[in-house]
């Protein structure tokens, strides 16, 4: 159910967002000094996914994070707040943001009241990391802020249908995937940048599947 509301959210701001583009072009042909884009509108780019995300999926601290960097960003744009007071704020939140999250983690607060499975959880701060996995693997979290992660799955037993989700916020994850699992991926990138250079294998084998959610805030996330 929840999936269906996402898909008729996203159908109906793609429709709004086409009508007023085009009330925009015919306002463009008839009045020449109309303006189609107000200061900061590139910044409804990040708020409007963010705030769908925030409703209806279920990590909600990300994507309240990304909510807030785009009215931070838009409030820049608008001569209401200076960027280098934006981008401190915005510093301070993100590592008050980080810190919420490795406690609730390491104290493994389950999101749900009636969750009852917990994924490992993989972060460096200031600093670099390698995890290389030679068990079973169902999922897990990570986040790199600051710093180098590297998460080794090459020779781990990847459960099919499993899901990676990642934050590189001003630092850069590197994941090394399997050749016979196929990578699927869905990714944020806010003035930061995935890159999906995994190899499948042709072999005619049963392929598993790994879902791959990131989130690149200023910082990178590579998957080979």
């Known amino acids: 159910m929840k999936e269906k509301l996402f898909k008729i959210y996203h159908i109906t701001i793609s429709i709004l967002i086409s009508i007023y583009f085009l009330i925009s072009l015919i306002f ?3 009045l020449p000094k109309y303006h189609i884009l107000f200061p900061g509108w590139w910044t409804l780019l990040i708020i ?7 409703i209806f999926q279920n990590n909600k601290l990300s994507s309240f994070y990304m909510l807030i960097v785009g009215i931070m960003l838009l409030l820049s744009s608008l001569g ?17 943001f980080i810190g919420i999250s490795i406690v609730m983690n390491a104290l493994k607060l389950p999101k749900k009241k009636d969750s009852t499975t917990y994924f490992p959880f993989y972060y460096t701060f200031l600093g670099s990391t390698e995890e290389k996995i030679v068990s079973t693997f169902k999922g897990a979290n990570t986040k790199a802020v600051f710093g180098y992660l590297n998460l080794n799955l090459e020779e781990a037993n990847i459960e099919n249908n499993s ?11 590197e994941i090394l995937v399997p050749e016979n699992v196929e990578v699927i991926t869905t990714n944020t990138n806010i003035f930061g940048g995935t890159e999906n250079g995994h190899k499948k294998t042709n072999s005619k084998g049963k392929k ?8 690149s805030v200023f910082g990178s996330t590579k998957i080979k």
């Open 28 to 30: 463009v042909i008839c």
């Open 48 to 54: 409007v996914p963010s705030l769908g995300r925030l």
């Open 80 to 96: 209401i707040l200076t960027y280098i007071k934006c981008f401190t704020i915005l510093v301070c939140l993100g590592i008050i």
């Open 163 to 173: 899901t990676l989700r990642v934050l590189s916020m001003w630092g850069e994850t």
């Open 208 to 215: 598993k599947t790994l879902y791959i959610e990131s989130t």
